[in-house]
């Protein structure tokens, strides 16, 4: 195996980039995206491979990524196509999403020889549920997952509506290392696959050893969040905050979980350090909130 201190680490963000649509106000979201820019604001090399419109969103959403500083030249331009939108309303600091259909993101095109050049050299593969309801954005997934050799594949499964299916499910956790999944999701998983609900537990331990995944992450927002992994079962609990919302929460979660553990961290300190980004997100407003640089030094520093 490689080694696993990766300071210069290199990571593939495939997914939705879209508009979170509240209040009359556009802000910049989509999982995959705020992955790739918290990996970027935790000192990797972060790519996101996406599409966008040719239309006055995708001009706003590409001059917002390049402020942040991420590359963006495999974020594809369809003329044909709008710029993916959610409407999203919130109660008591809770996201609640309507996620509009037949848009950019839905139509991904990578070819094989595309997807070998782009995984070469990368080390962790980031991927969700929501790319995979159109069968041209799936199908480019799955060049990258079959044809890229990660050393971690982290699958957040993130699922929304019903834009998924017990098929692609198994799937992707028979191509993943990594799953996180939040305790809401548990079991509707449980009953996808095994076709029953069970424990959070049960349900871990079960996917980890059916699918022979590294670990199994669940987060319950403010209570914490667990990892099971070939040591057992850790835990590290919620940090409180003050809740301003949790849009991108879940995502700075995974970044930091992702960046640690590569960089050769214990799972329970990228546990620790994947709840102290969460918390922070949550206390702040949109998806993408600088991070101001004492909290990245101390969520790289976590034992």
């Not at 595309?114 to 069968?135: E, H, I, P």
């Not at 930091?256 to 214990?266: D, H, M």
Request: net charge negative; glycine share 8%.
């Amino acid at each position: 195996m490689k080694s696993l201190i990766k300071p210069d680490m290199k990571v593939l963000s495939f997914g939705e980039i879209l508009y979170d649509q509240i209040d009359g106000q556009n802000y910049l979201g989509g999982a995959p995206l705020n992955f790739a820019v918290n990996m970027h604001r935790l000192g990797a090399g972060a790519q996101i491979v996406s599409a966008l419109g040719n239309d006055q969103l995708g001009q706003q959403i590409l001059q917002e990524i390049r402020t942040l500083g991420l590359a963006d030249k495999q974020i594809q331009i369809l003329d044909t196509k709008a710029t993916g939108t959610v409407s999203l309303d919130l109660v008591e600091g809770q996201a609640h999403y309507t996620i509009h259909e037949n848009v950019a993101f839905d139509f991904i095109k990578i070819d094989a020889p595309k997807a070998r050049s782009l995984s070469l050299g990368a080390d962790l593969f980031y991927f969700g549920s929501l790319a995979q309801r159109n069968s041209i954005s799936s199908a480019s997934l799955w060049q990258f997952l079959e044809h890229g050799n990660f050393e971690q594949v982290f699958f957040d499964c993130n699922l929304r509506q019903d834009f998924y299916q017990a098929d692609q499910i198994r799937a992707s956790l028979n191509a993943a290392t990594i799953l996180k999944m939040n305790d809401e999701e548990v079991s509707e998983i449980s009953r996808l696959i095994y076709g029953l609900a069970q424990s959070e537990a049960q349900t871990a331990q079960a996917l980890r050893h059916d699918f022979k995944l590294t670990y199994v992450i669940i987060t319950a927002g403010a209570k914490g969040a667990y990892v099971y992994h070939a040591g057992g079962r850790e835990f590290a609990p919620g940090r409180t905050v003050k809740v301003a919302d949790t849009v991108g929460a879940g995502d700075a979660f995974s970044a930091a979980f992702a960046r640690c553990i590569t960089l050769g961290k214990s799972p329970l300190a990228s546990l620790k350090a994947a709840n102290s980004l969460g918390a922070f997100v949550a206390s702040q407003n949109g998806a993408q909130p600088e991070i101001p640089s004492e909290i990245t030094r101390q969520i790289l520093a976590m034992q």
